[in-house]
């Protein structure tokens, strides 16, 4: 009698979570090779691990500084990894796919859906195509600016690797850098914090790497069809309210410190206040010294980073519109109503559930990895806190903990990171048990809140 072996069927989210973490291992093998470090010797694998982790899931926390430690195998690799982690790896797949004229399966559309967090499959492979030509347009042209601009402070071809890593990382909301050859390991490019051509096109990367593929798409289209969608206009009002209010805020908070905004003239301080209010939607980039702001302002920032960028975009966090519809849900609550709305359309209750329900996850990853690092790290609880949302958030930004980190804190912080970029509910739909439908509902009870 012949056995026949199970045929074992993965669902898109485990898919994603599988896919990942393959790409994650690929990439920590090779900057472990002696050739990916500078030095020539081998990287030790818990420090490949992590930042093929943090490039992957475009984070930009890394344990050694990037434009010293790694050569320029190691850091072709990070930049692809960066690549292909913010456009996700399915995307990728969807253009090789398109280049050797293959038809894209069911199951491969139901994965891209869910790899874009949209509601259907419907004109996803035609969203994929705009996805990939609007970030090779968008790369292309930051590359080319970066590189005329910083051709005038260093050679010609370092200038143009510069200008290439930086538009790619940018524009993915990596936040990883190079400046640590020019200026100093960990420095990001607090040099260019009053330089109006480096400030100016990384805020647009950062933002337009942010909003999400389905707004830019909206965005470009809008000129022909003269509307936007609900989930455009709710991405860019909270976008900007956020940037705006977040500006504010770090300006009046940082003006009198000498150790940042104290020490630039107005125009700085307005660039550099801007700029901060604009990275903590995940990019990690900055051009002020995270640890020497005031604690107000450090907080500040981990309120921004939890939030994060807007869905199928390149950054992490709960997202712009899940923070928007818990605020939404309080409005109508404080006004004794019963629908959530934005621009005269009510949102579904299922809408506020999955809210609900993704910061709750959010909420207890932080604070559970909060409570282990504050157990195996002997430093600040601020310090700690702002890490770990910074790698929930894939944002990147540090106040210097990570390159301290012990190899648990190390391992925790790779694990968040990771949760992050894939995003709570996705990690947990592909843990779980396979959703049944059910047959029955039990009868409504009441209990007492608040």
């Not at 990939?132 to 402070?153: G, H, K, N, P």
């Not at 260093?154 to 940018?170: R, V």
């Not at 909003?211 to 009002?237: A, Q």
Request: aromatic content about 10%.
């Amino acid at each position: 009698m012949k056995l026949q072996a199970k045929k074992i069927e993965l669902t898109p989210p485990q898919i994603l979570v599988l896919g990942f973490a393959a790409i994650i291992l690929l990439g920590a093998t090779l900057l472990t090779l002696p050739i990916a470090a500078s030095s020539g010797d081998g990287t030790p694998f818990l420090d490949a691990f992590f930042t093929a982790t943090s490039a992957t899931c475009v984070t930009g926390l890394v344990v050694v500084d990037t434009g010293q430690h790694w050569s320029l195998f190691g850091k072709i690799v990070i930049v692809l990894l960066i690549q292909v982690g913010g456009l996700g790896f399915m995307t990728m797949s969807t253009l090789f796919a398109f280049v050797l004229r293959k038809r894209i399966s069911l199951k491969e559309r139901l994965i891209l859906q869910e790899a874009m967090n949209q509601g259907s499959m419907e004109g996803i492979v035609r969203l994929i195509r705009k996805v990939i030509i609007y970030s090779l347009t968008i790369e292309l042209t930051a590359a080319v600016v970066f590189t005329l601009r910083w051709s005038m402070d260093m050679e010609p071809l370092q200038a143009l690797g510069f200008g290439l890593f930086h538009a790619i990382s940018f524009f993915n909301n990596a936040g990883f850098d190079l400046f640590g050859l020019v200026t100093g390991p960990f420095a990001s490019i607090t040099a260019y914090a009053d330089d109006y051509v480096i400030n100016i096109v990384s805020i647009c990367l950062i933002i337009l790497g942010g909003l999400g593929f389905v707004v830019l798409s909206d965005l470009l289209d809008y000129r022909r069809l003269r509307r936007l969608s609900l989930h455009s206009k709710v991405v860019l009002t909270a976008s900007g309210v956020l940037i705006a209010v977040g500006a504010v805020v770090i300006f009046i908070f940082e003006f009198t410190n000498a150790r940042t905004l104290g020490a630039l003239d107005w125009d700085g301080k307005l660039l550099a206040s801007i700029f901060q209010s604009v990275t903590p939607r995940t990019a990690g980039a900055n051009t002020l010294d995270i640890a020497a702001m005031r604690q107000a302002t450090q907080f500040f920032i981990i309120f921004l980073m939890f939030i994060g960028a807007s869905p199928g975009s390149t950054g992490g966090g709960i997202k712009t519109t899940t923070f928007t519809t818990l605020v939404g849900a309080i409005i109508a609550m404080v006004r004794g109503k019963e629908d959530i709305v934005f621009f005269h359309n009510r949102l579904g209750k299922d809408r506020l559930l999955k809210a609900i329900t993704i910061t709750m996850i959010a909420l207890f990853v932080v604070i559970f990895v909060t409570m282990v690092l504050s157990t195996t790290e002997d430093r600040h609880f601020l310090m700690i806190l702002f890490e770990v949302t910074s790698a929930f958030g894939t944002v990147g930004l540090s106040m210097g903990l990570t390159p301290m980190l012990s190899d648990v804190g190390k391992v925790m912080i790779a694990l968040t990171m990771f949760i992050g970029r894939l995003g709570p509910l996705t990690l947990a739909y592909a843990l779980g048990p396979k959703a049944e439908k059910e047959l029955y509902r039990y009868p409504e009870g009441k209990i007492t809140i608040g």
